[in-house]
């Protein structure tokens, strides 16, 4: 799943959808941390829970860090502002960043789950 929204928010970005691209890229960095948090069979739906649990197993325990964590804070947050803000702009400097946050995080999470013998 996190691949797939990683895909659609570099096509969104592509199309100069910069509100879409950000929500996308979230999503991809969610569903990321929902496939680390299932390698502990931890299983969750809700966004606070899920930030909390990505803290508590994998930032405080490692082998994340905490500038992962306010990554994963700055995506919610953008696009919380993006979905439900009507005045909120998402420019494509921050549609960009937001795309390559969750494209480097991706790449983490797959190695990790590698090096763990887990399939990325």
Aim: hydrophobic share 40%.
């Amino acid at each position: 799943m996190a691949e797939e929204c990683l895909r659609d928010s570099r096509y969104l970005l592509q199309m100069k959808s910069y509100r879409s691209a950000a929500g996308r890229a979230y999503y991809a960095y969610f569903d990321a941390v929902r496939a680390l948090l299932a390698s502990k069979n931890i299983t969750t739906k809700s966004h606070s829970s899920i930030k909390m649990l990505f803290g508590q197993h994998f930032v405080q325990a490692g082998p994340f860090t905490k500038p992962d964590a306010k990554a994963f804070q700055s995506l919610f947050l953008l696009r919380q502002n993006s979905d439900y803000e009507i005045d909120e702009n998402v420019s494509e400097e921050d549609a960009t960043d937001a795309v390559a946050t969750a494209t480097e995080f991706l790449h983490q999470v797959e190695a990790y789950l590698r090096d763990n013998s887990f399939a990325a």
